[in-house]
């Protein structure tokens, strides 16, 4: 007898009541642990709370995975160093990538679980790095009779010397060199951009001013990839507080409003058997999210999108829906629209090509910080609304559409 | 300077499911799970066709030809000692949705681009025949 019941999404009982940032940089020889308590300190002070009132607790990907300075400090750590009482916790690798955390958190809150959730992402791969360059997944062997053998899905790239997901996004970026005609100088313009609006954030790790010449002629790290397309590994850790909205009129600040969130995978979950691989998991985030809300890509004010590297970043855009596939590279060419003062400012802290590989949680912060108009130098004019934030590349996507009022 | 693949090949640990591929390349064929009841072949190896669901799945050898879908030429040290080298993504003439991560071989990066038809070598490493794609010969075709 009942008919479809249109159920509000959970998501939408949740805001973002407080973020904190710890210092951020290179080779900060800081504990994660250090760097998160600090950043949390600051987001719970942001929210108007105490840690008394925080009864969840989230992050991605929790327990030591991947390389040295990866993963973070797990959830008992954390909840014992702030002694948290907690009604919910959370803490994985696996799900609509780094993001995964906030969105677990935000359904938390809405299935009632918990009031105030501390979600946070902590890297410090700088330090991590010593004085060598930037290691590989896999590490760099050993030689010899001790060289480790691996198994899962790292067998199918490995013994090629795809030994990183530069290489693996290389791919990506090449066949949308081939299919779309997409070129280095238009590219170039997801750094370009980012080094611009580094310059306008203190805490960016790059700040110098690029050029495309500088661009240009940065070294290759696999072809059409350059240094300048690659993140910066950095020390830093982001958190932030989902809180239940009836909290709202009572937050220090601006309450940021979820509306939406992205967790769709659709394609087969790998780098080279995905079956679209110019688009890959982006795509499918992408349309789920856009299937939750009544807003449009039109309605997005400012896009803090990912930028592990620069062509991800690429993906997104027409995933996102901001121009139709493929068209990504005439989008910013030339750099204008997707400025501080454009139809669709982007990575406007900087991202993570300039502002520091804080591994998806920079952005999502950025947003915040946009959408309250405490952008200072480098806030985006006319009071943005509406803001969309993605995590991920490859066959890893997720995304979250956040308002500055109920929508 | 080209090379095949990078200094020190870091080589897949052998196990019931994919040891018939790694060593494949003994009698020099490439070999995937083909299923019997729906003639697909899968890649990776899975425990059951996840095409038709069916339970019937053995190694058959393929032609070892396939087209190249994209390529990088890697420059980073990431394994160091490395000289350049190219990593390509090719997928099978006999079912284009399976793909192999691979490198190219025997060709100067300037003459490798998206679309050519490549073909398979084996380079034996320990217990392992990794298979590698090279362009195939026009007077070959
Ligand atoms: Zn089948």
């Known amino acids: ?407 | 300077m080209i090379a095949d693949g990078p200094s020190i090949r870091l080589l897949p640990r052998l196990d019931l499911d994919n040891e018939f591929f790694w060593t494949s390349g003994a009698d020099g064929r490439l070999r995937f799970l083909r299923c019997r009841a729906c003639e697909s072949l899968v890649h990776p190896p899975a425990p059951r066709c996840p095409y038709c669901l069916a339970g019937y799945l053995s190694p058959e050898p393929v032609s070892g030809r396939g087209i190249l879908e994209s390529f990088t030429v890697n420059y980073q040290q990431w394994i160091p000692g490395s000289e350049r080298y190219i990593v390509g993504l090719v997928s099978m003439i006999e079912q284009s949705d399976v793909r192999l991560t691979t490198n190219i071989v025997g060709a100067d990066p300037k003459d490798v681009e998206i679309g050519m038809e490549v073909e398979v070598v084996f380079e034996h490493q320990d217990d392992v025949y990794l298979p590698l794609f090279r362009p195939v010969e026009r007077s070959a075709k």
Request: charged content about 20%; some cysteine; hydrophobic content about 40%.
């Open chain 1, 1 to 407: 007898m009942t008919g479809v019941v249109h159920e509000e999404p959970l998501e939408k009982r949740s805001i973002i009541s407080g973020i904190g940032q710890s210092e951020v940089g290179r080779k900060l020889n800081r504990s994660d642990i250090d760097l998160t308590v600090e950043a949390a300190i600051r987001a719970i002070e942001d929210a108007g709370l105490t840690r008394d009132d925080i009864d969840g607790l989230a992050t991605y990907p929790g327990m030591g995975v991947g390389t040295p300075g990866f993963a973070g400090p797990t959830t008992p750590e954390v909840q014992d160093a702030l002694r948290l009482e907690l009604n919910w916790h959370d803490g994985g690798g696996e799900g609509p990538a780094q993001i995964r955390a906030v969105i677990a958190a935000c359904l938390a809150v809405g299935a009632g679980l918990a009031k105030h959730v501390l979600v946070y992402r902590t890297v410090t791969e700088s330090t991590a790095q010593g004085e060598g360059g930037r290691k590989g997944i896999g590490g760099s062997g050993g030689g010899g009779g001790g060289v480790p053998r691996f198994s899962g899905f790292l067998q199918w790239y490995l013994p090629f010397g795809a030994v990183s997901a530069a290489n693996w996004i290389a791919l990506v970026a090449q066949r949308r060199f081939h299919e779309f005609g997409l070129t280095r100088e238009q590219l170039a313009q997801i750094a370009l951009n980012a080094r611009r609006n580094a310059g306008l954030n203190e805490n960016a790790v790059y700040r110098d001013p690029m050029s495309l010449g500088d661009y240009l002629a940065a070294r290759m790290i696999s072809t059409p990839l350059c240094l300048f397309d690659c993140d910066a590994p950095s020390d830093g850790a982001t958190a932030v507080i989902v809180s239940h909205r009836d909290y709202a009129k009572d937050a220090r600040h601006t309450p940021i409003h979820v509306n939406a969130v992205g967790t769709g995978l659709k394609g087969r979950p790998s780098w080279d058997q995905f079956d679209d691989m110019t688009s890959m998991a982006a795509r499918d985030a992408a349309a789920s999210m856009w299937k939750r809300t009544e807003l449009k890509p039109s309605d997005v004010d400012v896009a803090e999108l990912y930028d592990g590297f620069s062509i991800l970043t690429m993906v997104w855009l027409e995933a996102m829906g901001f121009c139709d596939r493929g068209e990504s590279g005439p989008f910013v060419e030339g750099g204008d629209r997707i400025a501080l003062g454009g139809s669709l400012p982007l990575n406007t802290a900087g991202g993570q090509l300039s502002g520091g590989r804080l591994h998806g949680f920079g952005l999502l912060h950025e947003a915040v910080v946009q959408l309250r108009g405490d952008g200072g130098e480098r806030q985006v004019p006319n009071n943005p609304e509406v803001a969309a934030v993605s995590n991920g590349g490859g066959p890893i996507a997720g995304s979250m559409l956040l308002t500055a009022r109920p929508r």
